[in-house]
């Protein structure tokens, strides 16, 4: 790839009309955005490099949801960089993990390289000049900016920032209360002395549900069926010594990220080869921290097997403490409809309510809703099929970083980081202007797949939207896996002189 001097982007960009060009162009300042520009400034030094973003400041997820209690479902030692020891508790709330980044940003020289307020408004590649050409509005301004880039990197993440799911119920413009989603939690909710119900039981609804027990009258957790959650402290002892012994906190960061990677290998590889063991030690301490008083068969027994879904962690239980002690309830059952004062279920009990919290999950959003075209035509991802969930057939010069769910996020943007800045390289070496995955003769009569399968992972917000997601083979080249034990060995293996890839 064509590389000069690194330009440090300034804030103001261009006047309208005018592009400016560059090497790669990351979109999105969240977790993986942030990790692309570390990974450019560190592994591929000279590269001019922008991050663009839609929203007013980094952070992404962390900065989008504000509803009270909002904090990390994984533990920092992962969900961390690699790169960036972690010294706090290992259950993070979203302050805690917006210093870090920041601290990334600081501490790299990143903040030059980054532009708020830039909203995508399409992407286009041209096979003539070897170049995406992206189109951008300013959220304040309503000016258009313009850019170019060789390679576009894209860490915008897989939902709509701007609104979450809500089902349409029967009555909900009776309802006399508010009716609020955590995605976009208003600053003006009084809960002092209301009744609230918050619909689901994820990540989301089992962090908001403990953040608001006794700072309202009630809160009832409504499920339609029940989610598998782990307890424990939000501590690891042994980091913890080995700060006491000074032992430097680079060092306790790796050493305390394998151990629990290693654990994370085991009870992931147990949920698949003795799932009702599993199922009955994550029972066995709900039980336990429930009390008696709970029906832990009818609320919080899944009818799926463990892992088959994302496991909510909860530090030191502190959903299952205010169910116990009495500041939260729930109750597993279907909405029937909404009425004046609350939520009629299907069994017929009204949950009376002041305000309804609709943790009821994500709008999917495949590349952030931005319309791509290659060559003059439109792109429809869901007509390429993955290379290794990051690259696409037919789409060239162009990654993206798609996580995990059994593991962190972040564990995949740097295994991706790594990729793409060996890939540009390589493409660097050979002398070529773009590369694109391509199916092989080998490749071409393997069963193209949705981009998940349901047996394996099957969360509602990917199977609602699965249609607009790229398509999968039946070989591990071409699949997004949730095995990042494996990942982590075969990505900096990957043969860049594969057939797969197709160099121009």
């Given amino acids: 790839m064509d590389s000069t001097e690194p330009r440090v982007a300034v804030a103001a960009g261009p006047s309208e009309g005018a592009a400016e060009h560059f090497d790669v162009l990351v979109v999105g300042a969240g977790i993986s955005g942030i990790a692309a520009a570390y990974h450019l400034t560190t592994q591929c030094p000279g590269t001019r490099f922008l991050v663009l973003e839609r929203q007013d400041g980094f952070g992404g997820t962390w900065r989008t949801h504000r509803y009270p209690g909002i904090r990390s479902d994984s533990d920092l030692y992962t969900f961390g960089y690699r790169f960036k020891p972690w010294t706090g508790p290992p259950i993070a709330t979203a302050e805690e993990i917006l210093r870090y980044m920041g601290a990334v940003i600081d501490e790299n020289g990143l903040a030059p390289r980054i532009r708020y307020g830039h909203a995508i408004t399409g992407a286009a590649w041209s096979s003539e000049t070897a170049r995406w050409t992206v189109e951008a509005v300013h959220t304040d301004t309503g000016e258009r900016h313009r850019f170019t880039t060789s390679f576009l990197w894209m860490c915008q993440g897989y939902y709509r920032h701007e609104q979450g799911y809500t089902p349409e119920w029967p009555g909900m413009a009776d309802f006399r209360g508010r009716i609020v989603h955590p995605q976009t939690w208003p600053d003006d909710l009084d809960l002092a002395d209301r009744r609230v119900v918050v619909i689901g039981s994820g990540a989301t609804a089992a962090t908001l549900v403990p953040a608001i027990a006794g700072r309202c009258r009630h809160v009832t957790m409504l499920q339609r069926s029940p989610t598998f959650f782990r ?45 009702d063991r599993v199922r009955d030690e994550l029972l066995a301490v709900a039980r336990d921290q429930l009390g008696p008083g709970c029906d832990v068969d009818r609320h919080f027994t899944p009818t799926y097997r463990p892992w088959r879904q994302r496991i909510a962690f909860l530090p030191d239980g502190d959903l299952f403490r205010a169910i116990r002690e009495g500041t939260a309830s729930v109750v597993t059952d279907a909405i029937d409809r909404f009425e004046a004062d609350g939520i009629r279920t299907r069994s017929g009990q009204l949950l009376a309510a002041d305000i309804v919290v609709t943790a009821t999950g994500f709008e999917l959003a495949a590349m952030g809703d931005i319309p791509f075209a290659v060559d003059g035509r439109p792109l429809d991802f869901a007509d390429t099929v993955t290379y290794r969930g990051m690259m696409f057939t037919g789409v060239p010069n162009l990654a993206w970083v798609f996580g995990y769910f059994r593991a962190s996020w972040t564990l995949r943007a740097d295994l991706v980081g790594d990729f793409v800045c060996r890939l540009l390289h390589h493409m660097k070496a050979k002398g070529v202007r773009w590369v694109e995955p391509a199916l092989r003769p080998e490749d071409r009569d393997m069963p193209i797949l949705p981009w998940t399968d349901p047996e394996d992972f099957n969360p509602g917000y990917l199977l609602r939207g699965v249609d607009r997601l790229p398509r999968r083979g039946d070989k591990p080249e071409w699949q997004h896996t949730q095995d990042y034990w494996t990942e982590k060995d075969v990505f900096p293996a990957i043969d860049l002189d594969d057939p797969v890839f197709v160099y121009r």
């Avoid at 424990?232 to 000074?246: F, K, M, S, T, V």
């Avoid at 306790?252 to 009870?267: G, N």
């Fill in 231 to 275: 307890s424990g402290r939000n501590a690891i002892p042994i980091a913890d010594e080995l700060r006491q012994l000074q032992v430097d906190p680079a060092w306790i960061h790796e050493i305390v990220r394998r151990r629990i990677l290693f654990e994370q290998a085991h009870f992931t590889q147990r949920c698949m080869s003795e799932p």
